[in-house]
């Protein structure tokens, strides 16, 4: 966590875990059974980051940069949503006086989420690398000691890359708030 001026970076100290591994909701997360280490299925997530770059940090896929490493990690076409979506869970400490106020700001989440902070659920709207700023002053806990647990979802018409790759796969994707040429373009590999 880095503290510039009145604002707090919550950019370390994070865990993430796919959905389907854990077996509690947002609500429990933040209020009675919050995860405590990185012990499976929980691990240590890279927040500023994707879940790719979660995964490739903590040795679960390779580097989709390195040789032909990206030809290993199991597309969304073949995997399916449940597979890349993920819960990301942090502790962080604030407590209000007078007329103070707290908003938390998300840049960039790619490309829905559903945002629990002491038990109570918040849903961002879908699209691609939206920022997004949630008022919370009267959610957060009185001690100061906050819980916040972020559900992070893929986008709902991923599509697929054809075996020769290129132009923007089978243009599912076109149907969500997001690019094309994610699923390939002729000046991009497909990133799976």
């Not at 691990?43 to 030809?71: C, I, R």
């Amino acid at each position: 966590m880095a503290e510039i001026g009145q604002k707090t970076l919550l950019d370390s100290g994070w865990l993430a875990a796919r959905s389907t591994d854990v077996q509690l909701t947002g609500t429990q997360l933040t209020t009675t059974y919050p995860p405590t280490s990185p012990t499976s299925p929980w691990m240590e997530a890279v927040v500023p980051g994707t879940v790719l770059a979660t995964l490739v940090e903590n040795k679960v896929v390779g580097d989709p940069f390195y040789g032909l490493e990206n030809e290993t990690i199991l597309d969304i076409a073949d995997s399916g949503r449940e597979y890349y979506t993920f819960w990301f869970f942090t502790k962080f400490q604030c407590k209000l006086s007078g007329a103070q106020h707290l908003d938390l700001n998300f840049r960039a989440i790619n490309y829905s989420a559903e945002v629990y902070l002491n038990g109570h659920k918040r849903v961002l709207p879908k699209g691609m690398f939206r920022r997004h700023s949630l008022e919370v002053t009267d959610i957060l806990n009185p001690d100061g000691s906050n819980l916040l647990a972020v559900l992070v979802h893929p986008p709902d018409h991923p599509g697929s890359i054809p075996p020769a790759g290129g132009q923007g796969g089978d243009h599912e994707i076109g149907k969500d708030v997001a690019t094309q040429y994610v699923e390939g373009w002729d000046w991009i590999a497909p990133v799976r």
